[in-house]
Protein backbone atom coordinates (compact mmCIF):
# COMPACT_ATOMS: atom_id res chain seq x y z
CA UNK A 1 0.00 0.00 0.00
CA UNK A 2 0.94 3.50 -1.08
CA UNK A 3 1.61 5.86 1.38
CA UNK A 4 -0.50 9.03 0.09
CA UNK A 5 0.76 12.55 0.86
CA UNK A 6 -2.12 14.57 1.62
CA UNK A 7 -2.60 12.58 4.96
CA UNK A 8 0.46 13.73 6.39
CA UNK A 9 0.41 15.97 9.60
CA UNK A 10 2.61 19.56 8.73
CA UNK A 11 5.30 18.18 10.92
CA UNK A 12 6.55 15.52 8.46
CA UNK A 13 4.70 16.43 5.26
CA UNK A 14 7.47 18.49 3.68
CA UNK A 15 10.33 15.88 3.78
CA UNK A 16 8.00 12.29 3.79
CA UNK A 17 6.26 14.17 0.79
CA UNK A 18 9.68 14.99 -1.11
CA UNK A 19 10.24 11.28 -0.40
CA UNK A 20 7.28 9.90 -1.46
CA UNK A 21 7.73 11.56 -4.94
CA UNK A 22 11.03 10.39 -5.42
CA UNK A 23 9.43 6.52 -4.89
CA UNK A 24 7.01 7.45 -7.18
CA UNK A 25 9.47 8.61 -9.60
CA UNK A 26 11.55 5.84 -9.16
CA UNK A 27 8.45 3.27 -9.62
CA UNK A 28 7.48 5.00 -12.58
CA UNK A 29 11.24 4.94 -14.36
CA UNK A 30 10.87 0.85 -13.64
CA UNK A 31 7.62 0.82 -15.10
CA UNK A 32 9.00 3.03 -18.51
CA UNK A 33 11.86 0.39 -18.88
CA UNK A 34 9.59 -2.36 -19.24
CA UNK A 35 7.96 -1.25 -22.60
CA UNK A 36 11.29 0.60 -23.85
CA UNK A 37 11.36 0.08 -27.34
CA UNK A 38 15.16 -0.15 -27.86
CA UNK A 39 18.44 -0.26 -26.29
CA UNK A 40 19.12 3.78 -26.13
CA UNK A 41 16.13 3.99 -24.86
CA UNK A 42 16.63 1.57 -21.98
CA UNK A 43 20.02 2.94 -21.31
CA UNK A 44 18.32 6.34 -20.77
CA UNK A 45 16.04 5.11 -18.55
CA UNK A 46 18.39 3.14 -16.20
CA UNK A 47 20.49 6.27 -15.88
CA UNK A 48 17.86 8.04 -14.82
CA UNK A 49 16.86 5.54 -12.38
CA UNK A 50 20.36 5.36 -11.13
CA UNK A 51 21.21 8.67 -10.96
CA UNK A 52 17.41 8.82 -8.91
CA UNK A 53 18.17 6.42 -6.53
CA UNK A 54 21.72 7.41 -5.80
CA UNK A 55 20.38 11.12 -4.46
CA UNK A 56 17.62 9.55 -3.18
CA UNK A 57 19.50 6.84 -1.09
CA UNK A 58 22.04 9.62 0.46
CA UNK A 59 19.79 12.28 0.81
CA UNK A 60 18.00 9.61 3.64
CA UNK A 61 21.28 8.12 4.69
CA UNK A 62 22.56 11.94 5.56
CA UNK A 63 19.68 13.46 6.43
CA UNK A 64 16.29 11.65 7.19
CA UNK A 65 17.94 8.28 9.08
CA UNK A 66 20.35 9.99 11.23
CA UNK A 67 17.97 11.82 13.00
CA UNK A 68 15.57 9.21 13.83
CA UNK A 69 17.96 6.97 15.27
CA UNK A 70 19.11 9.85 17.06
CA UNK A 71 14.71 10.80 18.09
CA UNK A 72 14.10 7.53 19.07
CA UNK A 73 16.56 4.52 18.68
CA UNK A 74 14.33 1.99 19.96
CA UNK A 75 11.91 2.82 18.26
CA UNK A 76 13.42 2.73 14.76
CA UNK A 77 16.74 0.95 15.35
CA UNK A 78 16.26 -2.54 13.69
CA UNK A 79 14.15 -0.59 10.58
CA UNK A 80 16.74 1.33 9.65
CA UNK A 81 19.15 -0.97 9.97
CA UNK A 82 17.02 -3.17 7.87
CA UNK A 83 17.31 0.07 5.66
CA UNK A 84 20.48 0.15 5.66
CA UNK A 85 21.36 -3.25 4.15
CA UNK A 86 18.31 -2.47 1.91
CA UNK A 87 19.92 0.35 0.46
CA UNK A 88 23.10 -1.48 -0.17
CA UNK A 89 21.87 -4.04 -2.12
CA UNK A 90 20.84 -1.47 -4.53
CA UNK A 91 24.01 0.48 -4.84
CA UNK A 92 25.77 -2.84 -5.25
CA UNK A 93 23.14 -3.58 -8.38
CA UNK A 94 23.27 0.03 -9.28
CA UNK A 95 27.23 -0.03 -9.42
CA UNK A 96 27.44 -3.15 -11.36
CA UNK A 97 24.24 -1.67 -14.31
CA UNK A 98 27.04 1.10 -14.52
CA UNK A 99 29.78 -0.64 -15.96
CA UNK A 100 27.08 -2.89 -18.21
CA UNK A 101 25.70 -2.01 -21.97
CA UNK A 102 22.28 -2.89 -22.51
CA UNK A 103 23.07 -5.17 -25.10
CA UNK A 104 24.80 -7.39 -21.88
CA UNK A 105 22.97 -10.39 -21.65
CA UNK A 106 22.73 -9.98 -18.01
CA UNK A 107 21.52 -5.83 -18.28
CA UNK A 108 17.60 -6.55 -18.44
CA UNK A 109 17.91 -8.83 -15.58
CA UNK A 110 20.17 -6.64 -13.06
CA UNK A 111 17.87 -3.46 -13.77
CA UNK A 112 14.69 -5.87 -13.21
CA UNK A 113 15.82 -7.11 -9.68
CA UNK A 114 16.82 -3.65 -9.46
CA UNK A 115 13.25 -2.31 -9.34
CA UNK A 116 11.92 -5.55 -7.17
CA UNK A 117 14.52 -4.62 -4.39
CA UNK A 118 13.27 -0.37 -4.50
CA UNK A 119 9.46 -1.70 -4.73
CA UNK A 120 10.16 -3.87 -1.48
CA UNK A 121 12.31 -0.80 -0.04
CA UNK A 122 9.68 1.34 -0.86
CA UNK A 123 6.63 -0.49 1.08
CA UNK A 124 8.53 -0.83 3.84
CA UNK A 125 9.37 2.46 4.34
CA UNK A 126 5.95 3.71 3.77
CA UNK A 127 3.93 1.31 5.22
CA UNK A 128 6.13 0.82 8.48
CA UNK A 129 9.01 3.67 8.63
CA UNK A 130 6.78 6.76 7.73
CA UNK A 131 3.66 5.85 9.63
CA UNK A 132 6.12 5.25 12.96
CA UNK A 133 7.41 9.08 11.93
CA UNK A 134 3.88 10.30 11.84
CA UNK A 135 2.76 8.24 15.23
CA UNK A 136 5.74 9.54 17.11
CA UNK A 137 5.21 12.98 15.77
CA UNK A 138 9.12 13.60 14.78
CA UNK A 139 9.58 16.78 13.33
CA UNK A 140 10.78 16.70 10.13
CA UNK A 141 10.63 20.51 9.24
CA UNK A 142 14.40 21.44 9.58
CA UNK A 143 15.64 18.72 7.56
CA UNK A 144 13.78 19.98 4.07
CA UNK A 145 16.22 22.48 3.08
CA UNK A 146 19.99 20.60 3.68
CA UNK A 147 17.76 17.97 1.92
CA UNK A 148 16.97 19.64 -1.19
CA UNK A 149 20.68 21.26 -1.34
CA UNK A 150 21.97 17.45 -0.95
CA UNK A 151 19.88 15.94 -3.42
CA UNK A 152 20.44 19.24 -5.70
CA UNK A 153 24.88 18.90 -5.58
CA UNK A 154 24.23 15.00 -6.06
CA UNK A 155 22.25 15.61 -9.18
CA UNK A 156 24.36 18.22 -10.59
CA UNK A 157 27.56 15.92 -10.27
CA UNK A 158 26.05 12.59 -11.65
CA UNK A 159 25.01 15.14 -14.59
CA UNK A 160 28.48 15.83 -15.32
CA UNK A 161 30.09 12.45 -14.70
FE1 LIG B 1 13.00 6.05 0.37
FE1 LIG C 1 15.31 4.16 1.80
Given amino acids: MAMNKTHVPTAQRSVLGMLIDDH ?3 QKL ?3 FESAKDDAQKKQIAQ ?4 ALTAHTEI ?7 LLREADPKEFGS ?5 KVEHASAK ?3 AQLQTMKPTDEMFDA ?3 VLGEYTNHHITEEEDELFPKVVKKD ?6 EAPMKETKEAILAATAHA
Wanted: with cysteine.
Fill in 48 to 51: RACA
Fill in 138 to 143: IDLRDL
Fill in 24 to 26: REA
Fill in 110 to 112: HFT
Fill in 60 to 66: EEQHFYP
Fill in 30 to 32: FKE
Fill in 79 to 83: LLNEA
Fill in 92 to 94: DLI
